[in-house]
């Protein structure tokens, strides 16, 4: 069963500073990394979507990377703002038998970037 | 863009009662998801349907039901609320299951009490 862990669980972090979060998944066997945020009491807002075949992406300040073979993904926010303050979560899409796209997501990331 | 409504944002109801939670997407997308999200547990998948009529267990699906009558609404039932179905109820939906591209698309959520 793919199991997906996110650390750290909580970041706290002033304004300006450039940081990672991390994710790691279990089986290798994915059509693709998702990064989500959620802001407090809200939905998820897809942020970014490496495909399997794919190392990175980018968008903005954001950069999200993917190594397979070590089941391991990297979202890296340059220069943070206070209104990146929201939870991260890391989800994969599982490629094998019918698995119809589902997600299998991580605990999430907590961020709090003060001014 | 994409939109995916649900019908309450709040809602508190009794242990026993028959609770429906709605959800409209406007993107004729082929698939849609139910999770619930809890404390220190995640979003955990509840029930799918990868077209109309259809749909498929996911993780939790014990004291849930859904429907899917059509294309664009797929409702969560709860037969007989309990108190630990006390929680925030995502709805998502995608375009399809078999792209390495397709992403999930969240509503708002439903913020449920079961007292």
Redesign the interface.
Known sequence: KQEVTQIPAALSVPEGENLVLNCSFTDSAI??L?W?RQDP??????LL?I???QREQTSGRLNASLDKSSGRSTLYIAASQPGDSATY?CAV?YAGG??????T????TILTVHP | DVKVTQSSRYLVKRTGEKVFLECVQDMDHENMFWYRQDPGLGLRLIYFSYDVKMKEKGDIPEGYSVSREKKERFSLILESASTNQTSMYLCASSLSWDSSTDTQYFGPGTRLTVL
């Open positions: 059509y693709n998702q989500f009491g809200k939905g998820l807002t897809s979507l495909q399997s075949s979560l899409s019918t698995s119809y796209g589902k997600l997501f991580g605990q999430g």
